[in-house]
């Protein structure tokens, strides 16, 4: 009986045993396969290290490939406060290397931590200074790469573009609105220390960073690098509160250059205040549009047959009374007996009161909402405005005058733009938008694509047609001749509106403006200039501001490769407009005879030879007389 027992016992603990040991078998086999990655990465936390590599923002391109936001690599300064042998020797040698306090970079090199960086002081290093600190070989100071955004324009779309902190973080403009695919993700490089810190003697293990991703926008930088010019000549010509301009794509609301005045330098923005860095006047200000939103009246009556623009007629005696208010033109004494296309050449203010009564509140007030007035477009961009409607219930019989003409409401450059591309470009109102794609950037693989998004049709092709004619002849016969381009075919339309402020209109204060496309039977572009309140300078937009608009439409020309069309409408001459004169065929007569053809303007012969094989310009352009002809002889 007793060995009986005996022999159970060790049974027993011999099934113990066993099972114990399973066990602990089981258990090194979880810790050793299963959770070998888990414990193992718990372990090499406690005594691996990492010196950051910042990862590249991605670059911003324009439509053709142009680096408009770049990067530049700078170094900035790492401490591994335990690796530092002497604290105060260090401290005091960085001190003076980087201009900063003692106390400061002391702070820096006794801090409690495992890493520290110096900022800012210590960020984006000068490589004269980087190379200082490099050359003392301390202990436990590193030096570790690091991108800084770097703008190559300079001022150039300054507010559209936006600006970044010294972190790499978006702030404003399209560097915030996109900063979660522009920001990429930081590397390291991992090294090893014992439990005090000390850098041991093992392999370093390289993580590589991932940069952000690119973006290209609709911009064309030659238009962009006009427009830029070109309100740089009005500030300096003429001192204006503020200038503004926009060019877009009327066929799908691309934007092809955006701009303003006053600018900011967004690789120094740190110089610039607030209201300068973050206002982008296109799409933020609101002002009266005064005549340029004639176009909008215009369109309506045309679409509900109000008018027939050669038929019906108008007599403007320079004033119209509307209720108890008498509401000018802006011509003393008015413009006569009219049709109603020169009301529109005329930039007629009661002609055009006209046909808002014809309209009717309810009818007008439809349009200017389905053209997008008194809403965001929804452009891709932060700090869009909305401007200010009537509300129709307040709008009396002067403010539906008012109204028609373009004075009382308040609107954006973008909408204005926008709902002109739509009234122009066979009837289809579309969301304007600036950014074309985003790209993965090693292998520019499409992310993100933005493509033509038609918000509705606001009027008929029919209608459209019509509308691009009377505008095609504003700039022939009208208020627009100075944007005239001979074989090109612009259309136009200027606008002249007196500020208001603490509501009250200001005396001899306005914002002139120019809206101008081309071609005007088929438009390939189309371009807003607004100079607000220019100084020493008559004070109509046709006279200041439509040679703006002209020299950005020449560029365009050229930049979008736009070809000559037939059929245009001839300059109707009117004083002082120099007189043009069309350069006949000289080639094959003598140079004498030449001179007699060319008569009235400058002729210039290349060569000693007395017959012409050659001129430029060629035959049949427009010259304004006095301009230069060159002849070559054989």
Known sequence: MFFKNIHSRMKIALLIITFVFIVIIARVFYIQVIDYKKLNNYASNLWSRNLPIK???GLIYDRNGIILADNITTTSLVLIPNQIKDKKEVAQKLSEILGVSYEDMYKHVNKKTSIERVHPEGRQLSYEVADKIKSLKLDGVYLVKESKRYYPFDIYLAHTLGFVGVDNQGLSGLELTYDKYLTGEDGAIKYYSDAKGNRLKLNEVYQQPQDGMNITLTINNEIQASLERELNNAVTKY???????????PDNGEILAMSARPNFSPNNYQDYSLEEINRNLPIWATYEPGST???????????????????????????????????????????GHETFLQVVENSCNPGFVVLGQRLGKNTLFNYINKFGFGKKTGIDLNGEGTGIIFDLNKVGPVELATTAFGQGLSVTPIQQITAVSAAINGGKLYKPYIVKSINEPETNTVIKENKKTLVRRVISEKTSAEVRRALESVVANGSGRTAYIDGYRVGGKTGTAQKVENGRYLENNYILSFMGFLPADDPEVVVYVAVDNPKGTVQYGGTTVGPIAKAVLKDSIKAL??????GGMDKKYKWPDPKTKKVADVTGMSVDEAKKELKGLNVIIEGDGNKVTYQSPEAGTKL???KTVRLFTE
């Open 239 to 249: 001192n204006p509160d503020r200038a503004i301009g926009i060019v877009m794509d």
């Open 293 to 335: 939103f004639k176009i909008i009246t215009l369109a309506a009556a045309l679409e509900e047959g109000k008018v027939d623009l050669d038929k019906d007629t108008y007599n403007d005696s320079g004033s119209i009374k509307v209720e108890n208010a008498t509401l000018h033109c802006w011509k003393h004494g008015g413009h």
């Open 624 to 626: 304004d007389e006095g």
């Open 561 to 566: 490769d736009i070809k000559k069309r037939d």
């Open 55 to 57: 990862a590249d923002r």
